[in-house]
């Protein structure tokens, strides 16, 4: 009765292992367990060199270790040199995934030194269970997306000092030429791109599709070299333009307070190639964090005079999309802009603000909102790219959206107030020239743009013209605040509400900070508010307005 499989191959293991001890290696091994050999590499369908090197680390794993060029030497009692004359034939176990290649702690970071090899647990649980052999080779990448998380994943293993260098650029490479019939890495590899450069645009290609606009430059270098030295100069020669991914124009630096912060972001020349190779990026709604949407936005009843009313009314009809699309395919009919543009001023705490949000929420439109101070860069030259940035996204990003979104500048005083002389400082150039960039971008605008500012006295006059509407909001009449507290405060009466009207000359916002003070003096106390302590707050809140400290002169 012909044995078992299994103790066949276990058996010829065996022996495999037995004759390899201090046998240095020497061609006469291979001649005395030729037999063995043939058997196994039949079965492992791998060549008898493979066979022989399955067997050393099947059985070395049995004993409990794991496997690097150091154990291997001590089992053959060979020189270093001896193994590393096998290394083909090992990387190929590896690649066929017969082994699990894991990193030691080996202080000495060079090719293969520290490597630890353990077979396969498919592999081993079939010899033992007498079944056939599982299907190893790796399976290919199924999609663009998984080729460069796969990448990445080789990036982590440099940046957790797994693999060096040298390694992290073999496994590219491999990976490159395993996967040129992506039409994408084809492109990439034509691009005549060194390994390193090559691993970083695909490094900054996969953080910007999983939603990183920008990343991180020192983390991405150390996932590239293994030296600091090099990754100092490597950064180095970014930061100043000369690196040939800044130079073709396919990374850009993001602006930092300091070296190690530095951030790099893909430039339009690489998003335009990613887009035609069909890569859907990031500018979806859920990814960007200044994106307001509608249902986010909770719904509040705004109380104006007659004439605000009027004003945000018609603004409201104007956004209605089904009256929007009619009235920009009249105005482009007419060769007229097709834009809207709205300038909310007045008072501060009189609602402006909201009112773009409840504008947004009942036209069902994304909100794009700009934080003015983000635009106003330390470092000279990047506030003009930022604020062109921000129309350029935006123009990306509505051609995603079912209705076009709004674009938002709220406190605007800052970029749209009176020119300043050139002549004054170079911070007044910038600041002209961001003005310029606005202006120009305005004059084409086919979106939606609202600003809101409380200094329309101190706004330039080439801003007059862009503004489509203009509507003013001033402090509210006794009527409105009567409202306004009944709204905030529904147990008082209309007496009483009208009191505090007349009694207290308050915005919605200072009414608002109010209610805040009477909740909380709710809660710690454990009892309603009465209207004299109502009373008590609103001469509090009116006298430290009045006795404001003055700076200056």
Same mark, same amino acid.
């Given at each position: 009765?012909?044995?078992?499989?299994?103790?066949?191959?276990?058996?010829?293991?065996?022996?495999?292992?037995?004759?390899?001890?201090?046998?240095?290696?020497?061609?006469?091994?291979?001649?005395?367990?030729?037999?063995?050999?043939?058997?196994?590499?039949?079965?492992? #369908?791998?060549? =008898?060199?493979?066979?022989? %090197?399955?067997? !050393?680390?099947?059985?070395? @794993?049995?004993?409990?270790?794991?496997?690097?060029i150091k154990d291997l030497v001590d089992l053959f009692d060979c020189n270093p040199i001896s193994v590393l004359e096998h290394s083909d034939d090992i990387d190929l176990l590896f690649k066929r995934?017969?082994?699990?290649?894991?990193?030691?702690?080996?202080?000495?970071?060079?090719?293969?030194?520290?490597?630890?090899?353990?077979?396969?647990?498919?592999?081993?649980?079939?010899?033992?269970?007498?079944?056939?052999?599982?299907?190893?080779?790796?399976?290919?990448?199924?999609?663009?997306?998984?080729?460069?998380?796969?990448?990445?994943?080789?990036?982590?293993?440099?940046?957790?000092?797994?693999?060096?260098?040298?390694?992290?650029?073999?496994?590219?490479? #491999?990976?490159? =030429?395993?996967?040129?019939? %992506?039409?994408? !890495?084809?492109?990439?590899? @034509?691009m005549g791109l060194d390994l390193g450069d090559t691993f970083l645009l695909m490094y900054v290609i996969w953080k910007t599709i999983i939603g990183n606009e920008c990343t991180d430059l020192g983390v991405a270098v150390k996932g590239i070299y293994d030296i600091s030295s090099v990754r100092l100069y490597y950064t180095q020669s970014i930061m100043a333009g000369n690196n040939p991914l800044i130079k073709m124009n396919f990374l850009e630096i993001e602006e930092a307070r300091f070296f190690d912060d530095t951030r790099i972001k893909l430039c339009d020349t690489t998003l335009d190639i990613l887009k035609e190779e069909g890569i859907k990026l990031f500018a979806s709604k859920k990814k960007k964090n200044n994106i307001i949407e509608p249902q986010n936005i909770n719904s509040k009843v705004l109380y104006f005079n007659k004439e605000e009313q009027q004003q945000m009314e018609m603004l409201k009809q104007i956004l209605n999309d089904t009256r929007l699309k009619e009235i920009q395919l009249k105005m482009h009919s007419k060769s007229l802009p097709t834009g809207i543009t709205a300038l909310l001023h007045g008072f501060p705490g009189t609602g402006k603000t909201e009112s773009v949000l409840q504008i947004a929420k009942e036209a069902n439109r994304d909100i794009v909102k700009v934080d003015i101070s983000q635009t106003k860069s330390m470092w000279f030259g990047e506030s003009e790219k930022i604020i062109k940035r921000i129309f350029t996204d935006y123009n990306e990003y509505?051609?995603?959206?079912?209705?076009?979104?709004?674009?938002?500048?709220?406190?605007?005083?800052?970029?749209?107030?009176?020119?300043?002389d050139i002549t004054d400082s170079n911070v007044a150039q910038v600041e002209n020239t961001i003005q310029n960039i606005i202006l120009e971008e305005l004059e084409n605008f086919k979106g939606i743009f609202i600003a809101t500012t409380n200094m329309l006295d101190n706004i330039d006059a080439a801003f007059e013209r862009r503004f489509l509407f203009k509507l003013q909001f001033k402090k509210p009449s006794i009527?409105?605040?009567?409202?306004?507290?009944?709204?905030?405060?529904?147990?008082?009466?209309?007496?009483?509400?009208?009191?505090?009207?007349?009694?207290?000359?308050?915005?919605?916002?200072?009414?608002?900070?109010?209610?805040?003070?009477?909740?909380?003096?709710?809660?710690?106390?454990?009892?309603?508010?009465?209207f004299i302590e109502i009373i008590g707050f609103c001469e509090n809140e009116n006298f430290s307005l009045k006795h404001r400290t003055k700076i200056g002169f």
């Open positions: 009765m012909e044995k078992p499989k299994k103790l066949k191959v276990l058996k010829s293991i065996g022996r495999v292992y037995e004759a390899a001890k201090g046998s240095k290696l020497e061609a006469g091994l291979f001649e005395n367990i030729d037999t063995e050999l043939k058997e196994l590499a039949a079965y492992f #369908n791998t060549t =008898e060199k493979q066979a022989f %090197f399955l067997s !050393i680390v099947f059985t070395m @794993n049995y004993k409990g270790d794991t496997v690097d995934n017969f082994f699990i290649k894991m990193k030691s702690n080996h202080p000495v970071k060079i090719a293969r030194s520290n490597d630890q090899l353990i077979i396969h647990k498919s592999l081993s649980e079939a010899i033992l269970k007498d079944q056939p052999l599982p299907y190893l080779e790796k399976e290919k990448p199924a999609t663009l997306v998984d080729v460069l998380e796969k990448i990445y994943n080789i990036g982590e293993q440099r940046y957790n000092e797994e693999i060096s260098t040298v390694e992290l650029f073999e496994e590219l490479n #491999n990976v490159i =030429e395993a996967n040129l019939d %992506f039409p994408l !890495i084809k492109r990439l590899k @034509n509505a051609k995603e959206c079912k209705t076009i979104p709004i674009l938002f500048f709220n406190e605007a005083d800052a970029i749209i107030s009176k020119r300043k009527a409105v605040k009567a409202k306004i507290w009944h709204s905030k405060l529904p147990f008082l009466s209309e007496k009483e509400c009208y009191e505090l009207a007349k009694r207290f000359d308050f915005s919605g916002g200072q009414i608002d900070n109010i209610v805040r003070k009477i909740d909380m003096q709710e809660i710690i106390k454990g009892v309603p508010i009465g």
